[in-house]
């Protein structure tokens, strides 16, 4: 049967387990907002019953360690979803810059590039006014000074293209410094949890960890793989090796061709980083893809009509009763043709209103001019030799059968279609990064109201647990007065 003694030791257990819980509830109060803090729940465990002639007695339970409340799948999925979600809001915060480039100057500040819908425009009306009066200079001057800020604001437009890329280059060389630095934290608090928690919860170890987890995975896209004693091995989307256990790899940057490549190890990463996700999978995907193909539009648009331009003038007549010369400098190639484009031509008067062979007073090659904004393969092309050497056959064309205008306003609109797609990838991956953020809220963060709920529940325990003690003493006390009731201090 139960002794006093033992009856002593059970409420000594109580009082000590119901101290340990309450510790466990005080120290999550504590850390309410603490980033990352996962809450702990005290681990109760039954003592080890004891048997006196066949009838078992229950010894008590008490508080082993506190565990933490987290979900590994749902803080995997987290940091898998937030890779979707910085990869498209850094592309999107570069798009939105570039396409602020062609928005025209009177619906957006900052715009370098003009309205070069309007310059294309401008410049191929403004030989319907040469038309009327071949033989006036004013016209003439309209002419080149609508070539002028044609050539001007698409120059101006591959020259912040090109600053833009530079600038993203930068930005997408410092995310390595904090890459570094993560996967350095990463294996050094391996280490420590390997050896001290190897078979159980580390605690603020884990949400150390964590928490650099989930910012790596904003960074760049990474894979996670749980190793032995209680270990992670961090590698990029593709496996290249970025945290094994309690070493890191570092990332480094090298410059390929003039521009920033990223390599783990001696591999060249840049490719998969591009489309790993992450930060810099959002930057790099800017920088090698949208840029690039936005610059090869406009150099092409450079290229179509400085060639259609200059061809069309040399088939005609100055005021002078010479052949007419370029406008537009010769593009050798079409990569590069809308930074170089510029005005050579100096004197309205050789500007070739004339047809061959026709007065000065003439206006035909005048109309042949302000024809090429609305013919799609100019006649004027046909057998054309190139800059390179090659000779276009008939039915070739430079703007994929396309005029000037239609051209610049496919490639302003495929640009915009582009912004939407991104945009509202990244609403709804935020959206997403929302949902899972409440999720794991509502599973491991501290909610002051269930603290205090259990903090009453432990203290009436530990109340209870009192009396009883007490009482335990008064009835000792008495015993060893031989019954008599004695108070107790």
């Known amino acids: 049967m139960g002794t006093i003694n033992s009856a002593f030791y059970l409420i000594a257990k109580a009082l ?54 987290r979900d590994s799948v749902l803080n995997a999925r987290m940091d898998q979803q937030q890779e979707l979600a910085s990869s498209s809001a850094a592309r999107l915060t570069a798009l939105d810059a570039l396409q602020a480039l062609f928005t025209p100057a009177s619906g957006a500040s900052g715009s370098t590039a003009g309205d070069i819908g309007s310059d294309i425009t401008s410049f191929f009306q403004s030989f319907a006014g040469l038309e009327a009066n071949p033989t006036n200079s004013a016209p003439r001057q309209a002419v080149l000074s609508a070539a002028k800020t044609l050539a001007g604001d698409i ?9 833009q890329k530079t600038g993203l280059d930068q930005e997408a060389s410092g995310v390595t410094a904090q890459v570094n630095a993560l996967t350095t934290s990463i294996a050094q608090l391996n280490q420590q949890i390997q050896s001290t928690s190897p078979n159980g919860d580390a605690g603020t170890l884990e949400d150390q960890r964590q928490q650099d987890l989930s910012q790596l995975s904003q960074l760049i896209g990474i894979n996670q793989i749980t190793t032995e004693n209680n270990g992670i091995s961090v590698t990029t989307t593709s496996g290249q090796v970025l945290v094994s256990e309690g070493s890191s790899v570092a990332m480094t940057n090298g410059t390929v061709d003039g521009v920033t490549h990223f390599f783990v190890g001696s591999v060249d990463a840049t490719a998969q980083l591009t489309t790993g996700g992450g930060e810099l999978g959002g930057i790099l995907t800017a920088r090698d893809q949208d840029i690039p193909s936005a610059l090869a539009s406009l150099d092409q648009l450079a290229y179509g009509v400085s060639i259609e331009a200059n061809a069309q003038n040399n088939a005609g007549v100055d005021m002078n009763g010479n052949a007419g010369g370029n406008i537009f400098s010769t593009p050798t190639q079409v990569a590069g043709s809308a930074a170089a484009m510029s005005v050579v031509m100096t004197d309205p008067n050789a500007i070739a209103a004339a047809g061959a062979g026709q007065g000065t007073g003439d206006d035909s090659n005048a109309i042949a001019m302000s024809n090429l904004a609305t013919l799609t393969d100019p006649p004027i092309l046909n057998g054309l030799t190139l800059p390179d050497g090659t000779t276009l056959a008939s039915g070739q064309t430079l703007l994929g059968d396309q005029t000037p205008i239609n051209y610049y306003s496919s490639f302003v609109s495929a640009l915009g279609s582009t912004v939407s797609e991104v945009q509202t990838e990244n609403t709804a991956q935020s959206a997403s990064v929302t949902q899972l953020q409440n999720q794991i809220s509502s599973n491991s963060a501290v909610n002051l109201n269930d603290e205090a709920g259990f903090m009453q529940q432990f203290e009436r325990s530990y109340q209870a647990a009192s009396q009883v003690f007490t009482i335990l003493n008064t009835v000792m006390a008495s015993a060893l007065n031989l019954g008599d009731q004695t108070a107790v201090s």
């Open 155 to 163: 120059s101006n437009a591959a020259a912040s293209l090109n600053e």
């Open 16 to 69: 000590d387990a119901d101290q340990a819980a309450l510790n466990v509830v005080a120290n999550n109060v504590a850390n309410a907002s603490t980033p990352g803090y996962t809450r702990e729940v005290p681990q109760w465990q039954e003592s080890q019953p004891t048997t006196v002639n066949g009838v078992t007695y229950g010894t008590g339970a008490s508080v082993t360690s506190a565990m933490s409340v």
